[in-house]
Protein backbone atom coordinates (compact mmCIF):
# COMPACT_ATOMS: atom_id res chain seq x y z
CA UNK A 1 0.00 0.00 0.00
CA UNK A 2 1.69 3.10 -1.27
CA UNK A 3 0.52 6.63 0.63
CA UNK A 4 3.28 8.80 -1.74
CA UNK A 5 2.03 11.63 -4.30
CA UNK A 6 0.36 9.70 -7.73
CA UNK A 7 -1.22 10.91 -10.92
CA UNK A 8 -5.27 10.43 -9.90
CA UNK A 9 -6.58 8.42 -13.25
CA UNK A 10 -10.23 7.71 -11.72
CA UNK A 11 -12.81 8.87 -9.82
CA UNK A 12 -14.07 5.72 -8.52
CA UNK A 13 -15.34 5.12 -4.99
CA UNK A 14 -12.66 3.90 -2.27
CA UNK A 15 -13.05 1.30 -0.15
CA UNK A 16 -13.21 1.67 3.64
CA UNK A 17 -11.93 -1.42 5.61
CA UNK A 18 -10.26 -1.76 8.87
CA UNK A 19 -6.55 -0.85 9.28
CA UNK A 20 -4.27 -2.74 11.19
CA UNK A 21 -0.55 -2.50 12.84
CA UNK A 22 0.48 -3.77 9.15
CA UNK A 23 -0.69 -0.53 8.30
CA UNK A 24 1.88 1.43 10.26
CA UNK A 25 4.01 2.25 7.91
CA UNK A 26 1.89 3.93 5.33
CA UNK A 27 -0.07 5.40 7.45
CA UNK A 28 3.22 7.14 9.15
CA UNK A 29 3.68 8.33 5.52
CA UNK A 30 0.22 9.69 4.69
CA UNK A 31 0.15 11.72 8.57
CA UNK A 32 3.69 13.04 7.37
CA UNK A 33 2.36 14.34 4.11
CA UNK A 34 -0.76 15.68 5.91
CA UNK A 35 0.07 16.86 8.92
CA UNK A 36 4.13 18.23 8.05
CA UNK A 37 4.24 20.20 11.72
CA UNK A 38 2.12 18.19 13.58
CA UNK A 39 2.31 14.41 12.78
CA UNK A 40 2.49 11.27 15.14
CA UNK A 41 5.79 10.00 15.63
CA UNK A 42 6.09 6.18 14.61
CA UNK A 43 5.72 5.03 18.27
CA UNK A 44 2.51 6.48 18.38
CA UNK A 45 0.81 5.02 15.18
CA UNK A 46 1.64 1.57 16.24
CA UNK A 47 -0.04 2.11 19.86
CA UNK A 48 -3.20 3.55 18.07
CA UNK A 49 -2.69 0.51 15.64
CA UNK A 50 -2.80 -2.11 18.45
CA UNK A 51 -4.56 -1.01 21.59
CA UNK A 52 -7.96 -1.71 22.59
CA UNK A 53 -11.10 0.62 22.13
CA UNK A 54 -9.48 2.28 19.13
CA UNK A 55 -11.79 2.73 15.49
CA UNK A 56 -9.09 2.24 13.00
CA UNK A 57 -10.42 2.65 9.33
CA UNK A 58 -8.12 3.45 6.04
CA UNK A 59 -9.68 4.51 2.57
CA UNK A 60 -7.92 2.46 -0.23
CA UNK A 61 -8.04 3.37 -3.93
CA UNK A 62 -6.89 -0.25 -5.31
CA UNK A 63 -3.26 -0.57 -3.51
CA UNK A 64 -3.39 3.47 -3.01
CA UNK A 65 -4.04 4.84 0.82
CA UNK A 66 -6.29 7.62 0.08
CA UNK A 67 -7.13 8.03 4.13
CA UNK A 68 -7.68 6.75 7.27
CA UNK A 69 -9.28 7.74 10.22
CA UNK A 70 -8.24 6.79 13.94
CA UNK A 71 -11.04 6.95 16.49
CA UNK A 72 -10.28 6.91 20.03
CA UNK A 73 -12.94 5.53 22.93
CA UNK A 74 -12.69 6.41 26.11
CA UNK A 75 -14.88 4.49 28.45
CA UNK A 76 -13.95 5.62 31.95
CA UNK A 77 -14.56 8.58 30.26
CA UNK A 78 -18.00 7.91 28.12
CA UNK A 79 -16.45 10.03 25.52
CA UNK A 80 -14.71 9.02 22.19
CA UNK A 81 -12.36 10.91 20.70
CA UNK A 82 -11.27 11.16 16.57
CA UNK A 83 -7.49 11.05 17.29
CA UNK A 84 -6.63 11.45 13.37
CA UNK A 85 -8.42 12.03 10.49
CA UNK A 86 -6.35 12.31 7.13
CA UNK A 87 -6.98 12.20 3.67
CA UNK A 88 -4.31 12.46 0.94
CA UNK A 89 -4.21 15.76 -0.95
CA UNK A 90 -4.53 13.94 -4.57
CA UNK A 91 -8.05 12.60 -2.61
CA UNK A 92 -9.28 15.78 -1.52
CA UNK A 93 -12.59 17.04 -2.09
CA UNK A 94 -14.21 13.43 -2.88
CA UNK A 95 -16.12 12.85 0.27
CA UNK A 96 -13.61 10.59 1.60
CA UNK A 97 -13.04 12.59 5.10
CA UNK A 98 -16.64 12.67 5.88
CA UNK A 99 -17.65 8.67 4.42
CA UNK A 100 -14.34 8.34 7.14
CA UNK A 101 -15.76 10.23 10.44
CA UNK A 102 -19.44 8.37 9.58
CA UNK A 103 -17.96 4.78 9.52
CA UNK A 104 -15.95 5.86 12.50
CA UNK A 105 -18.64 7.47 14.67
CA UNK A 106 -21.33 4.37 13.82
CA UNK A 107 -18.42 1.98 15.30
CA UNK A 108 -17.68 4.15 18.36
CA UNK A 109 -19.78 3.32 21.24
CA UNK A 110 -19.89 5.99 23.22
CA UNK A 111 -22.57 8.97 23.61
CA UNK A 112 -20.21 11.88 22.78
CA UNK A 113 -17.35 12.12 19.84
CA UNK A 114 -15.22 15.37 20.60
CA UNK A 115 -11.97 16.14 18.26
CA UNK A 116 -9.07 18.79 18.14
CA UNK A 117 -8.18 21.31 14.86
CA UNK A 118 -5.71 24.42 13.87
CA UNK A 119 -7.52 26.89 14.04
CA UNK A 120 -6.27 27.83 10.72
CA UNK A 121 -7.42 24.95 8.93
CA UNK A 122 -10.85 25.86 7.10
CA UNK A 123 -11.45 22.67 5.14
CA UNK A 124 -11.43 20.49 8.34
CA UNK A 125 -13.75 22.49 10.38
CA UNK A 126 -16.35 23.01 7.72
CA UNK A 127 -16.04 19.29 7.68
CA UNK A 128 -17.29 18.86 10.52
CA UNK A 129 -19.78 21.13 10.90
CA UNK A 130 -21.12 19.94 7.98
CA UNK A 131 -21.39 16.89 9.64
CA UNK A 132 -22.51 17.88 13.32
CA UNK A 133 -19.83 19.21 14.93
CA UNK A 134 -19.83 22.28 16.95
CA UNK A 135 -17.15 24.50 19.02
CA UNK A 136 -17.11 23.77 22.92
CA UNK A 137 -13.59 25.06 23.26
CA UNK A 138 -10.30 26.63 22.69
CA UNK A 139 -6.66 25.49 23.16
CA UNK A 140 -4.26 28.21 22.97
CA UNK A 141 -0.59 27.31 21.53
CA UNK A 142 -1.81 23.48 21.53
CA UNK A 143 0.43 22.75 17.83
CA UNK A 144 3.69 23.18 16.86
CA UNK A 145 4.49 26.79 15.86
CA UNK A 146 2.07 27.96 18.67
CA UNK A 147 -1.36 27.79 16.87
CA UNK A 148 -4.77 27.41 18.91
CA UNK A 149 -7.10 24.55 18.74
CA UNK A 150 -10.47 24.39 18.33
CA UNK A 151 -12.08 21.53 20.08
CA UNK A 152 -15.42 20.76 18.31
CA UNK A 153 -17.75 17.97 19.92
CA UNK A 154 -20.90 15.76 18.81
CA UNK A 155 -23.77 13.95 19.91
CA UNK A 156 -24.24 10.78 18.97
Not at 125 to 133: D, E, P, V
Amino acid sequence: MKAQSFPLTKLQPVEIVPANWRDTFSLHQLEKICFPLDSWPLFDIIAALTFPNMVRLKALDGDHLAGFILGDYRPFENTAWIASLAVHPDYRNRGIGAELLEKCEKQIKAPRVSLSVRISNDAAIRLYKRNGYRVVSNWPKYYNGGEDALVMEKDL
